[in-house]
């Protein structure tokens, strides 16, 4: 019942019209007004939770690819290195060179992108292999050992990202980084004492890897950084002890973004009539540094660019084999697999190849080794990709947040 309604039909059973008329004008002046207030109150902060959630919930989405250095093109918007450095030619020293074979120290020359399937990957990495090449100076030329390592920066880039979606309470969103894997750095380990001045070359016999291996090539993604000034004076909020800080409309850029947080602690993040707001405990001026990202229409790329934007619903919970089928179809990658089905203690399992995507996930999630053991069993639709583990691995990953009471492992069939 309307709370107007209500009141007249109670004032009508007041008999004494002068008694009447004056509660009447007591409870329109204080009553209908304190509920009207209220009601409005009410709706104004079911309004700002519901843009809070939403804020919270936004897939906040993620591209991910690689480019060979010549062929990126600096005036894209929307893509740029994941590693800034990567840009520039990697600069060899012949001093340093000379220094490290003489002293037997390990010396960083580039990075190195592999283009082979994930066992293969897996197979590089364990064997730990050293690789015989000639390092040519103006003098002469002379032998040297290398070896290949991980380039585990990117993945620590990862992680950063996840640390600050936490801290900025937003919930996490696998990115598909695909192609993370197949970055090493490669080292000099040893070799001959070297003369000259400058190094004009330097060859390396990669022997069966040789055809996989690919030069000046680095990830590349659609997330970039702007420092931001909020207004001079944050305001307090939740009784002081916290601050608003905002960052004007026509400062920001027209992409979603969150706030690196790891100098100033951030309860909350939302957007108000355009406007960033900040609550933080820090009670001073800050220039924020903020991570957008891009949605622009990017250049063109010769490698494919993943995305961990889903294509449709949020899960709210995942029980059933329907309900994984329909998760697994919002990922978009069913043209390269497809669920077939699940199972706890399969008979005539096969080697799996998957890994979790997010290499801190196991930590977040307390995954251990007695944990019951879920497979999620594939059909590859695309049997000579190179990238199917890694796309699967990357779906695994997705279903893991989604059963941290389970090892979850994929298969293909």
């Excluded at 991910?64 to 590693?83: A, S």
């Excluded at 001026?285 to 961990?308: G, R, T």
């Amino acid at each position: 019942m309307d709370f107007n309604d209500y009141v007249e039909k109670r004032l009508l059973e007041i008999e004494d019209l002068q008694e009447r008329s004056v509660i009447r004008t007591a409870v329109q002046e204080v009553l209908v007004q304190l509920h009207q207030n209220i009601q409005t109150n009410i709706i104004r902060l079911e309004e700002k939770l519901k843009q809070q959630e939403n804020e919270k919930t936004k897939q906040y989405e993620i591209q991910m690819g690689i480019v060979e250095r010549n062929k990126y093109d600096v005036t894209d918007k929307k893509m740029v290195p994941m590693i800034a450095s990567d840009l520039e030619e990697p600069i060899i020293s012949f001093q340093e060179i000379s220094e490290a074979l003489t002293k037997k120290e390990a010396l960083y020359l580039f990075s190195v992108f592999v283009q082979a399937d994930f066992i293969i990957i897996e197979r590089l990495i364990s064997n730990k292999t050293r690789f015989e090449g000639v390092i040519e100076t103006d003098d002469d030329e002379f032998k040297a050992t290398f070896v290949l390592e991980p380039a585990m920066e990117y993945n620590e880039l990862i992680y950063d990202l996840y640390k600050n979606f936490a801290g900025n309470g937003i919930k996490w969103n696998t990115p598909c980084g695909v192609y993370l894997k197949r970055m090493f750095k490669v080292f000099l380990v040893g070799g001959d004492a070297v003369d000259g001045e400058n190094i004009r070359n330097i060859s390396i016999d990669f022997g069966e890897y040789t055809s996989m291996v690919r030069y000046d090539v680095f990830p590349i993604w659609n997330i970039r950084t702007k420092k931001e000034k909020s207004s001079f004076l944050s305001m307090p909020s939740e009784g002081g002890k916290l601050y608003q800080h905002k960052i004007f409309k026509e400062r920001l850029l027209s992409q979603d973004c969150i706030a690196i947080s790891d100098k100033h602690s951030i309860y909350n993040m939302m957007k108000q009539n355009g406007d960033l707001i900040i609550i933080s405990e820090s009670d001073e001026f800050v220039e924020w540094e903020l991570l957008y990202f891009m949605q622009e229409q990017s250049a063109y790329y010769e490698e494919q660019i993943f995305s961990n934007k889903k294509l449709f619903g949020e899960s709210k919970g995942i029980r059933t084999l329907a309900e994984v089928r329909r998760f697994v179809k919002s990922l978009g990658y069913e043209n390269y697999v497809i669920l077939k089905e699940i199972e706890r203690n399969p008979e005539n399992i096969v080697n799996s190849h998957t890994y979790l995507m997010d290499p801190f996930l196991e930590n977040e999630l307390l995954i251990t080794d007695d944990l019951p053991v879920l497979y999620f069993v594939f059909k590859n639709v695309q049997t000579e990709n190179y990238l199917t583990w890694d796309i699967l691995s990357y779906i695994i990953t997705c279903i893991q947040w989604e059963y941290p009471q389970f090892r979850c492992v994929g298969v293909l069939q």
